[in-house]
């Protein structure tokens, strides 16, 4: 048996650095028995999808050194590697499922759905869906998907008795079917969800080991269901620990960087971002912690991985990195440097920003180093003040925050139209508002233009800034505290995201 596993992101944002430990275990484990790691883009959300953030998780994997050999950009005798180019064969795989009753279509509009989900939570019941065309008649459905009425395609799932899940770290798990749902397989627009395309999809490309985060433990029975309804052998399932922040609850942008691209940005090196990651779950032998990727790979066993919750801790990573960088020669630092940021190409996209304001050659260094910094001296006061009223610039702050979040495009226009948005929707004057983001993002109330700078700078180090500026905020006293910042969400989804905002 060839060995293969793979990493399955979705465009959807900014490559994550849980991605990145994902696929450093996958890859290790397969070049370990001498087999293939692939990379498959899970882009049926046909909304949030965009090719810049495709184009972003080849950059970021491939900066970190973990390259596939196949994949939608390097082809392979399994494609095509993009869901959205494999929807023929889901169709006809669910297609099978409806035919031999293992899944069904299901009628139920959005407003019958709500106000399920509301009775169920008024009566303290399980959330869920409740089964309502599950019994429908199979001709009379079939006739009513042949009249074109809008559907769904369900899993139909076992009321009672307990699945079995064989995990290969954890041993057997159970988990009572009766706390299952009727998963939906295919939506109405005719893309499948996650959960058919990624049984599909591990079948047909001869995955053989499925290495991927405990948080897809609860969908185990819902693939396991689905193999077993095409007579398939399921692959060997393997649940890594979930990266944690320091306070020990999930690893979240909110609370630590999670974009790879920002780790690149401030200037950590792979080999010690991949070390650090190798060791959130994972001992070489002689319970190394300085090893490389070719040492995790030749000494790479299954019972070395260690499932107590890994605290992925910036400030140890610092540590490890500055490690690595004392360890390399003064060329070889040279050349980093070179690669990291100051070469030509970057060089001259500062240059350009900065000539108009430049007097003095001497000039050129104070101005621009806040873009080669990860964080900048902040004065929260300053900050505060620039709000005009205590407060309003911790939560303008927030407000942008999300927006980036949501942002499909990293574009001067597209950021301007941010920055626009939300000064509207707060009904404060553009320049008083951009005054709170100039200090927030170089230190100063004057900088080089925001939109291009913050451009130059990158989404996930834009982030970065935003953080760092509510921490300093909220150690002056006038920052969000955890109830301020649950009403300021509440109260953001109501008049951003609700209100028809832009999704990305």
């Known amino acids: 048996m060839t060995v293969r596993t793979r990493i399955a992101p979705s465009p959807t944002g900014a490559p994550h650095i849980g991605t990145a430990y994902i696929a450093l275990f996958n890859r290790a484990f397969a070049k370990h028995h001498g087999g293939q790691f692939i990379l498959r883009i899970e882009d049926t959300d046909q909304v949030r999808s965009t090719s810049e953030s495709e184009t972003a998780i080849f950059d970021a994997l491939r900066w970190l050194g973990l390259d596939w050999d196949e994949g939608p950009d390097v082809g392979g005798n399994y494609g095509p590697y993009r869901q959205s180019e494999r929807t023929d064969i889901y169709r006809e795989h669910a297609a099978k499922l409806v035919a031999s009753e293992h899944a069904y279509p299901c009628f139920c509009t959005a407003d ?129 620990p979930l990266l944690r922040n320091p306070d020990k609850s999930k690893l979240s942008k909110r609370k630590n960087p999670t974009g790879i691209l920002y780790y690149r940005q401030a200037g950590f090196l792979p080999k010690a971002i991949l070390n650090y990651l190798g060791l959130m779950a994972y001992r070489p032998e002689g319970d190394l912690e300085i090893f490389d990727f070719a040492t995790m790979v030749s000494s790479f066993d299954f019972n070395r991985v260690s499932l107590g919750g890994p605290i992925f801790d910036v400030q140890k990573l610092r540590a490890l990195n500055g490690h690595y960088i004392r360890e390399l020669t003064d060329t070889d630092l040279l050349e980093s440097l070179k690669s990291w940021l100051l070469h030509d190409a970057t060089l001259l996209d500062v240059v350009r920003m900065s000539q108009p304001r430049l007097e003095q050659l001497a000039d050129f260094v104070p101005m621009i180093a806040y873009l080669f910094a990860d964080g900048v001296p902040l004065d929260p006061v300053d900050i505060d003040k620039a709000g005009k009223e205590s407060g309003k610039a911790a939560e303008w702050i927030q407000f942008v925050q999300w927006e980036f979040e949501r942002l499909q495009r990293w574009q001067a226009d597209d950021i301007r139209a941010c920055f626009e948005r939300v000064a509207e929707q707060e009904d404060v004057k553009l320049k008083i508002f951009l005054g709170v983001f100039f200090r927030a993002f170089s230190g100063r109330a004057v900088a080089l233009p925001l939109f291009d700078s913050l451009v130059w700078l990158g989404r996930d180090m834009a982030l970065r800034r935003l953080q760092y500026a509510q921490e300093a905020l909220r150690e002056a006293g006038v920052g969000l505290s955890g109830k301020a910042l649950k009403r300021l969400e509440k109260s953001y989804r109501e008049r951003y995201v609700e209100e028809g905002g832009q999704d990305g």
């Open 112 to 240: 019958r759905l709500v106000a399920v989900r509301r009775e169920q939570e008024l009566n303290q019941q399980r959330i869920g869906y409740d089964g309502h065309c599950a019994g429908l008649d199979p001709a009379e459905a079939a006739r009513r998907v042949a009249a074109g009425e809008p559907h769904v395609i369900r899993l139909r799932t076992p009321d009672t008795g307990i699945c079995k899940i064989a995990d290969q770290f954890r041993g057997e798990i159970e988990i009572e079917w009766e706390t299952v749902d009727d998963q939906i397989l295919m939506k109405g627009d005719g893309f499948p969800t996650y959960h058919l395309a990624n049984v599909v999809d591990d079948h047909l490309m001869e995955i053989t080991h499925v290495i991927r985060g405990e948080e897809w433990i609860s969908s185990a029975p819902k693939h396991l269901l689905l193999y077993e309804a095409f007579g398939w052998q399921a692959p060997v399932l393997a649940h890594l």
